[in-house]
């Protein structure tokens, strides 16, 4: 068993974008159809520039699979680009505001192209390939991802817009992943405003897990605390600029009495994967301490406006010095609903992570067996036979 780890490599104009993926069990069933399904999703939505229109991104498996099952080896998969012209690409001389231009040809002494190709968030679509083979994972184990926009530019959600687990599967049937029509109406009028002005926005997006075990992340370090991973691997992602966990920022502002979540017990026969724990309300999020405490998780991402704007902000020419306008590259207005399906497929990846860590094993096989006896050491509450000592240990010392 290896720790489950991700590398990707690729330009945004070359040949193609490629996961790494080191530390998958033996004997998952690899669907390629599902993980298609996640690249074709990435494509989509309101906003969206011209590449989208000449890519069909699919995921091709050079290693690691066989007759569809993982062979406990890397996977490397492949998004092979059509727009291929890495090295006809033209070359930029008046840095855009807001990527990674001006920095990159500064610390790396390199061409503006050069850095922008790799910076690009066609990188993405490595991302969701290995997310999404992560989540066949998590589905192994019952835990399903699903997102939606709250707020796009100026338009938002109203504040006691709840949407339950029922209302997220709606979202892919909105070109702006929003719940509320009229929102929907609106948010496509504020892109469809952007774009006529030459501008871009971007705005905030939910993902939401359901069937996390009780248990993932630990309390005991900084770096593995679950909330710290989550937000450094949503932050990583192109124009990610904040995350909260649960009511994150809008905490601060609350009493505690508004914000923690009561604890109940339900019995049940059936081994549970919170144990029975549950919580009239979630403002935690599904995370206390670091680790995930059987509720829903909860994560808000926002994401900055789209940075090559069409009416280009004023710049300077790295070769003579002169200011001007910023390059002009060909550009979404707003990627927030792509952005929020990379986030459901990325957070998996940072799951699948945690979950291996806990239940890891070699083998599917195995890993569930060490998730089945997990769930009955937790669920042992109510039965005296299996009941803790005072201090949580079994009667007769340590199991
Ligand atoms: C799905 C997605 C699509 C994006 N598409 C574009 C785009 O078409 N044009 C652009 O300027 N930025 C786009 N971005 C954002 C840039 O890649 C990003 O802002 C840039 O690399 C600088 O990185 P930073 O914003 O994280 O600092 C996109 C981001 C995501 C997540």
Known sequence: ?????????GESHGRGCFAFVEGIPYGLAIDNAFIDEQLARRQKGYGRGGRMKIETDK??????????ISMGAPILLAVWNKDYR???????DCPRPGHADLAGHLKFNAPIRDILERASARETSARVACGALCRLLLKEFGIEVRSHVVALGPVELPADFQ??????ARADASEVRCLDAACDEKMRAAIDDAKKNGDTLGGIFE????????GLGDHTQWDRKLDGRIGQAMMSIQAIKGVEIGLGFRAARLKGSQVHDAIEHVKSKAPRSDAGFVRPTNGAGGLEGGITNGAPLVVRVAMKPISTLMKPLMSVNIQTGEATK??????????????????????????AQAFCEKFGGDSIVEMKRNYDGYLKQINKLGQPENAPGKHGVSEGGRE
């Open 326 to 351: 910023a390059d002009v590259e060909r550009s979404d207005y707003c990627a927030l609903p792509a952005a929020a399906v990379v986030g459901e497929n990325w957070l998996s990846f940072v799951l």
């Open 59 to 68: 995921a091709e498996v050079l290693s690691g699979v066989r007759r569809g």
């Open 207 to 214: 993902v939401v897990v359901q069937g996390l075990p009780v």
């Open 163 to 168: 949407a339950t687990w029922d209302d997220l």
């Open 86 to 92: 890495l090295d006809k690409a033209p070359e930029l």
């Open 1 to 9: 068993m290896s720790q489950l780890t991700f590398h990707s490599a």
